[in-house]
């Protein structure tokens, strides 16, 4: 039986911020969102990406001779530039003949087994912090039989697992994740669906729908909301947001909501994949801003954290 793979883009160990303990952090490259405000762009295609910092290029061509495909070529004048109309096929043979370590593909096809491997090392922490897995992105519902199959694996080996989830899917991958997921921390970026088209591409009826599934159904759920000063922190908004969860309040598998301030630690990656940074301006909210939203949310008896990152 040949095993099944995940297209990831980066796996982080020691993770303290998606979900309780010490975890370990698998990135699924792939999402079908568009957030303005998205920190990982490297994530959203599922295809592999070139990511060239420009400033360590010292134009000796040796990725030029390594790409069998032609990615890579010299402009009159000799600078390097990265050719967007080609596809890159995932080789790395660029990024290993680069001497300045310049260049980075994005997407690596791994095993459910070489997943297991990584993951595993790991295990005496996630016992001792309560910690373990958690499938973040991009979106990991976009790759749902091999999310199934490595959170299932994890179970096997009593580890604690998370997904953190757009909810952007149809029900039935949620159905079939869900039992094998011993949290979801999902995210809500606008209740207003009209708003939250034009802030990430897509309606918010679907996900809103599998939020209540998830939520009726006795699923542990961590409602994640991202925020941005003008765009969702005013009071209509967490107004919009504590309404809809004002009938989940009592239950023990609603686990609260987590604020997570906008930041901009993720510009410069733009710049490294020739994409244009989405939204101008400053959209970061000052310690009034976010002690007035954790207020409003505790008023109803919320549990309610800040995440900095």
Known sequence: MIERKARIFNIQKYNMYDGPGIRTLVFFKGCPLRCHWCSNPESQKQQYQVMFKENQCVNCAACVSAC?????????????????????????????????????????????????????????????????????????????????????????????????????ARLKVIQKIAPYTDLFLFDVKHMNSERHHELTGVRNEMILGNLKWLLENRYNVKIRMPLLKGINDGDREIEELIEFLKEFKYLKNFKGVDLLPYHKMGINKYSQLDIKYPIEGEFSLDNADLERIENCIKKYNFPVSIIRH
């Open 68 to 168: 069998p495909v032609g990615v890579h070529r010299v402009m009159a004048g000799g600078k390097h530039k990265v050719d967007r109309t080609i596809e890159c096929i995932g080789c790395r043979a660029c990024e290993t003949a680069c001497p300045e370590s310049a260049l980075a593909i994005m997407g690596e096809m791994k095993t459910i087994s070489e997943l297991m491997d990584v993951i595993a090392e790991d295990k005496p922490f996630y016992d001792t912090s309560g910690g373990g897995v958690t499938l973040g992105g991009g979106e990991v519902l976009m790759q749902p039989e091999a999310a199934t199959s490595l959170l299932m694996a994890c179970k096997q080996r009593g580890i604690n697992t998370a997904i953190e989830t757009c909810g952007y």
